[in-house]
């Protein structure tokens, strides 16, 4: 019986992979469909704008030959993720603010927490191993880690200043978590994932090496972008309090 590849294909060598596109019409169409109806659900044109930058860098992720590399790196699959986390999902997750009055603290935790068990649970050993076996959970582990990226952006990027205590927390325990988990992978003694103990040579790495680089890509920017939403939060309260004292 023939062993399944990868939703991404095989292992890409350095030669072939800057023609290794990802150009699967169902993933253009969706993603092409769900921007479309984000755009058309914004109306101002700088939520456009980042709404149309997000998905475009979303795009770029799931398209580009980082698809392919991410089959042969472990540090690539962060790196894919981190891009989704990092950059589309706070990019989408701006574009559209919610009704602050109708904003629940129990969403905030909700959405933390979410996070927090999709990131630790698709990278462990098992079931990050298995999405290179089954295409479903491919996609389960990319929507349920960029769905819950999304979500919690939204409710750290759009809240009530009497809520800013609640944001900082949500923020920190992201934070915390995400380094942590970098930190898991970045300083283990071995390889941890099956997936990637036969492909990292070529590119000049261990799998050890590769992992660890990995865990460093999860670590420092993680811990940079929840440090920046923290800032960006007190300096909106600051903001209000200069005006309150110029009235």
């Known amino acids: 019986m ?8 095989s292992a890409p060598n350095p030669a072939e992979l800057l023609a290794r596109f990802n150009l699967d019409p169902i993933l253009i169409t969706t993603l092409v469909l769900i921007a479309g109806a984000h ?9 456009k704008s980042r709404a149309a930058a997000g998905w475009f860098v979303a795009a770029a992720a799931f398209i580009s030959p980082l698809c392919a590399l991410s089959v042969a790196l472990f540090s690539a699959r962060i ?6 986390i990092l950059l589309a999902a706070p990019l989408i997750a701006s574009a559209r603010p919610v009704n602050v009055r109708q904003s629940r603290p129990t969403t905030l935790w909700a959405a933390v927490a979410i996070f927090c068990v999709s990131l630790w649970l698709w990278h ?12 479903a959970l491919y996609w389960l582990m990319h929507t349920s880690i960029f769905g819950s990226a999304i979500l919690l952006w939204h ?13 900082l927390g ?3 325990i992201t934070s915390i978590q995400m380094g942590l988990l ?7 003694s071995h390889p941890l994932f099956l997936a990637h103990l036969t492909t990292t ?21 993680g811990i940079a972008a929840f440090l920046w939403t923290a800032m960006r939060s007190l300096s909106r309260v600051w903001t209000n309090l200069e005006r309150v004292k110029a009235t």
Request: proline content about 6%; glycine content about 8%.
């Open 2 to 9: 023939l062993e399944q590849l990868p939703y991404c294909g």
């Open 182 to 188: 970098g930190a898991v992978l970045a300083f283990a």
């Open 124 to 135: 462990m050993p098992v079931p990050y191993d298995a999405t290179f076996r089954s295409t």
């Open 170 to 172: 949500a923020g920190a």
């Open 155 to 167: 409710e750290l990027l759009h809240h009530r200043h009497d809520r800013i205590a609640a944001v």
């Open 79 to 84: 790196a894919q993720h981190m891009i989704l």
């Open 39 to 47: 755009l058309a659900s914004v109306r101002a044109s700088v939520d």
């Open 201 to 221: 040579g070529v590119w000049g790495l261990t799998p050890l090496r590769d992992q660890q680089l990995g865990g460093i890509f999860m670590w420092v920017p």
